[in-house]
């Protein structure tokens, strides 16, 4: 999947979905119990170290409550999963992202949308 995104621009900001983006949708009863490892969607992690051995700032985002902050941080550790930031207690609603166009009229945020537990390892920034 490839998205036509300026590459001469490398100083890109991924904001990143956990749940049924990096790993699979688990059971919400599950995920905070002690032991609890969220399958990984295969590419994810090569995908995540792929931008950030170049550079991109790296923002996960999810619905989790922020209660679940701890144990969250412990899953991605886990995995292996590196990033700069975790904005928690998103919901469940659509997230609609607003940003302005640069000077030269270009755009300057896009969206992308991958299927549900597909992952992003076949996305290509």
């Not at 991605?76 to 998103?90: F, H, K, T």
Request: aromatic residues 8%; contains cysteine.
């Amino acid at each position: 999947m490839e998205h036509n995104i300026d590459q001469a621009t490398k100083n890109y900001t991924i904001f990143c979905d956990l749940d049924g983006t990096l790993w699979e949708q688990g059971d919400p009863t599950e995920i905070a119990k002690p032991g609890y490892q969220p399958k990984i969607i295969h590419g994810t992690v090569d995908k995540i170290r792929e931008w950030d051995s170049k550079g991109f700032k790296i923002i996960l985002t999810t619905g989790r409550k922020e209660s679940l902050r701890d144990v969250t941080i412990k899953q991605l550790s886990y995995a292996g999963i590196v990033y700069d930031q975790l904005v928690m207690g998103l919901g469940g609603g659509d997230r609609v992202l607003i940003n302005n166009k640069r000077r030269n009229g270009d755009l300057s945020a896009i969206a992308i949308c991958p299927d549900y537990n597909k992952g992003i390892g076949e996305l290509s920034l």
